[in-house]
């Protein structure tokens, strides 16, 4: 009796269009270690084995994360996203295969801080997010409680794959982390 539970077609989105106001600077060419922040997330994507693509215009600019991940969910072939952000260089293969596997139609991290990158969501979605954008609501944490999302939580010595880098102070700790 062959399985009836099959796989869902998978990609990854890497969200790269955001403005870089704190930062001053277009966060996915600069270079950590031997590779941009861009490449470091493809590379990861190619290690778990996902296909990859770069969302970098968002069909609704000025909308933080939540204009990549509806641009990503509308344009998308797969049924299921894993989203990561282009300025999480740190993010272990691990990881994203557990975050693959977790069960549920929408998965995100969870920190103490709450939930975030990187996170999944199955394209039937779509709708949910679009009804909180125009109620202007940006959050990814209210997009991850509307979903009543399922968490993948981290230890605190796991959540540290989560740095990501907004400020020249992050950018200044990451390049102390790869020398």
Same mark, same amino acid.
């Given at each position: 009796m062959a399985d009836k539970k099959q796989k869902l077609k998978t990609e990854v989105c890497i969200l790269a269009g955001g403005g870089s106001?704190? %930062?001053g600077q277009d966060k996915s060419r600069l270079k950590l270690g031997d590779r941009t922040l861009l490449t470091h997330a493809r590379v990861l994507a190619e290690k778990v084995g996902l296909p990859s693509r770069v969302i970098r215009k968002?069909?609704?600019p000025n909308?933080?994360? %939540?204009?990549?991940v509806i641009t990503a969910l509308r344009s998308t072939n797969a049924d299921s996203i894993v989203f990561l952000s282009c300025d999480m260089p740190f993010l272990s293969t691990k990881l994203v295969k557990d975050l693959n596997d977790h069960p549920g139609q929408a998965v995100f991290t969870q920190t103490i801080k709450g939930a975030g990158f990187p996170f999944r969501l199955n394209k039937n979605l779509l709708h949910v997010a679009e009804k909180q954008l125009s109620n202007g609501e940006y959050s990814l944490q209210a997009l991850a409680k509307k979903l009543r999302a399922r968490r993948l939580r981290l230890s605190v010595a796991k959540a540290r794959q989560l740095f990501n880098i907004n400020t020249p102070a992050d950018w200044a700790a990451a390049q102390k982390r790869v020398a």
């Open positions: 106001q704190r %930062l968002d069909d609704m909308c933080g994360p %939540l204009g990549g």
